[in-house]
């Protein structure tokens, strides 16, 4: 167990409706990082947080948003979903932003199906 | 930009062969971090090893063995003894420490099945 949660586990949804994703970092860890697993691109990294703020931005589309909120829980948000969102989602936690490397702890993921 | 190759799709092997899944990273950085991931079956992401671009020292773990050569851009994963537990997708990734965010570049994985 890695300690960080994510839910819910699985969803299931309609093409054009919105979902949120959750995650909780391990506790401690101050940086949130999303990642996206589908079987078009593969893992890729979407966006990361650190402290509230958005830190780094990937292939992130603009139907998807992120926040950390004070808890530093971070909520990532899927608008207008197409049957291309379908994917395994991951959320990871570091203690910190960058720089001298931290070690990513991964969530178990949620994974969404967009039927 | 940092990139990761792992020509390998899918390997099947039987139980008690060696294995050799390979890496092939690309970066200008000259700090960055290597790393494994194992996904079995459940989906989730385990975490196998570290790698600093300042330690091309070899290292065993166990079944586990990992060849890193800086000379080569490679970084290949090698289990001894293969076991059906091993079976998984094996995802090697990089890091470069340049970057603001310390974000992993993902290979493509290679899908191990290792038969009884």
């Known amino acids: 167990d890695s300690g960080v949660t994510q839910t819910p586990k699985h969803l299931i949804t309609a093409t054009g409706q919105r979902v949120t994703l959750r995650c909780s970092p391990r506790?401690?860890?101050?940086?949130v990082y999303w990642y996206q697993q589908s079987l078009d691109q593969g893992l890729q990294f979407l966006i990361q947080?650190?402290?509230?703020?958005?830190?780094a931005k990937g292939n992130i589309l603009e139907r998807f948003s992120a926040q950390q909120f004070p808890d530093l829980h971070s909520e990532l948000n899927l608008s207008s979903l197409e049957l291309g969102d379908s994917a395994l989602y991951f959320c990871?936690?570091?203690?910190?932003?960058?720089?001298?490397?931290?070690?990513?702890?991964f969530g178990p993921g949620t994974r969404l199906t967009v039927l | 930009a940092q990139k990761v190759t792992q020509a390998q799709t899918e390997i099947s092997v039987v139980e008690k062969e060696d294995v050799t899944l390979d890496c092939v990273y690309e970066?200008?950085?000259?700090?960055?971090?290597l790393f494994w991931y194992k996904q079995p079956p459940s989906g989730e992401l385990v975490f196998l090893i570290r790698?600093?671009?300042?330690?091309?020292q070899n290292e065993i773990s166990g079944r586990y063995s990992w060849n890193f050569q800086k000379s080569t851009s490679s970084f290949n994963f090698t289990i001894t003894a293969s076991q059906v537990v091993d079976s998984a997708v094996y995802f090697c990734?990089?890091?470069?420490?340049?970057?603001?965010?310390?974000?992993?570049?993902f290979g493509g994985g290679t899908r191990l099945m290792v038969k009884p």
């Open positions: 947080y650190y402290n509230g703020e958005e830190r």
């Open positions: 990871a936690s570091s203690a910190q932003p960058g720089g001298t490397y931290n070690e990513q702890f």
């Open positions: 970066t200008r950085d000259t700090t960055y971090y």
């Open positions: 790698r600093n671009s300042f330690d091309e």
């Open positions: 990734a990089l890091s470069e420490a340049d970057n603001a965010g310390n974000m992993l570049t």
């Open positions: 506790s401690g860890d101050l940086s």
